[in-house]
């Protein structure tokens, strides 16, 4: 039995379920007692609604804090607030780099975190003081996820819905016709299971312009599931949680560097309705969060005002939209782009400030104006 946290390590997820333990003298048996998969978010605040979109499918979040960097910077609080609208409750602080300080630079720094993290989200959360680059107390992270961040219920009687984050194309220069292979969309399951075989619809697909017309429309995309996998682990059927990659038999050139981000992968019809217009209930915060000192005085938020643009998030997908009528909480959003939603989802605001979107507020869908897909 190896003393605890050395006894948990993290691997890749082609490893085998059970193998020797590595520690000089120990004759057992390491174990596999959970996967996880991980979604990396941009720290820098230009990239905020890079960060909401990914927000979308978490269960939890690591808070990666710089020892060597006085906190909070700009973007933590801003990052901190996102995390709250997609209720993440569960949340570890990393204070990495340690091993860049002398210790009482250290203690200096902890209590920074400490005094910003108070009466927020993370108040209780632990802090583990870590070194990424010399692996230092990895394991004691490890041994806090698989104790204390709780699996969620999950639904796997329901009409499966993946959030797609990712869609790529995984042919290689100078492939021979025979040898291309459909798009690949990359993300994570909601509810339900997804199977090999499975007929799969993408919503809301892509628009398209007619060459006769010149009007654009929504045109729904089809396909079969052929292959999934997680890693690099191929499998019949896949689950909520973790992130999963689904093979198709779609054109290649329609999933290319993340073409069809934002969309809803599920069965044919069982997908919720494509919205064009939203009615939303909204709070909009004080005052925009992480401003540098020289901002302060124009940091605060006004009221939404009608025909202003603003930045929403809604589940994976960031969109323009334009304010067509406010009325104390009530707000009505024509988008810029459609997009498949249903009431009562949480959707994070931003608005422009300079060459920056920053977070101003998050609000819950009411109700919308349905994309007529007809025989799309």
Request: proline residues 6%; contains cysteine.
């Amino acid at each position: 039995e190896c003393p605890r946290p050395g006894c948990y390590e993290s691997k890749g997820s082609a490893e085998p379920v059970e193998y020797p333990c590595k520690r000089p003298g120990c004759g057992g048996k390491m174990r596999l007692v959970r996967h996880i998969s991980f979604v990396d978010c941009p720290g820098h605040d230009v990239y905020m609604m890079t960060m909401l979109s990914g927000a979308a499918v978490m269960d939890a979040a690591m808070l990666l804090v710089a020892a060597n960097e006085p906190c909070p910077q700009p973007q933590t609080s801003e990052h901190l607030a996102a995390v709250e609208i997609m209720k993440l409750n569960n949340i570890i602080v990393l204070q990495n780099k340690v091993d860049r300080i002398k210790e009482d630079e250290a203690l200096v720094n902890y209590e920074q975190i400490k005094k910003f993290s108070k009466n927020t989200i993370v108040e209780n959360a632990p802090i583990i003081p870590i070194s990424a680059q010399l692996k230092v107390n990895i394991d004691a992270v490890v041994e806090y996820v698989y104790k204390h961040i709780p699996i969620p219920v999950r639904d796997f009687t329901a009409d499966p819905h993946l959030i797609v984050i990712r869609s790529f194309d995984i042919n290689k220069p100078g492939f021979e016709v025979d040898d291309l292979r459909g798009g690949v969309v990359g993300g994570s399951i909601l509810k339900g299971v997804l199977r090999v075989g499975d007929e799969m619809e993408l919503r809301p697909g892509r628009l398209v312009q007619d060459p006769v017309t010149n009007r654009v429309k929504l045109v729904l995309l089809r396909s079969r599931i052929m292959s999934l996998s997680a890693e690099l682990n191929s499998m019949q059927f896949a689950v909520p949680g973790g992130l999963i990659g689904v093979g198709s038999l779609l054109d290649p050139a329609l999933t290319r560097q993340d073409l069809l981000a934002g969309n809803v992968l599920g069965h044919p019809g069982k997908l919720p309705k494509v919205y064009t217009e939203l009615e939303i209930n909204y709070f909009l915060l004080r005052q925009l969060l992480g401003m540098q000192k020289d901002e302060k005085k124009h940091s605060k938020v006004s009221k939404l005002t009608k025909n202003e643009l603003v930045m929403v998030a809604i589940g994976s997908f960031v969109i323009g939209a334009r304010v067509t009528g406010v009325k104390a909480d009530l707000a009505k959003l024509a988008l810029y782009k459609p997009t498949c939603a249903e009431p009562g989802e949480k959707i994070a605001m931003s608005r422009r400030y300079g060459m920056r979107w920053r977070l101003i507020g998050w609000a819950s869908i009411v109700k919308g104006k349905a994309y007529d897909l007809g025989n799309n």
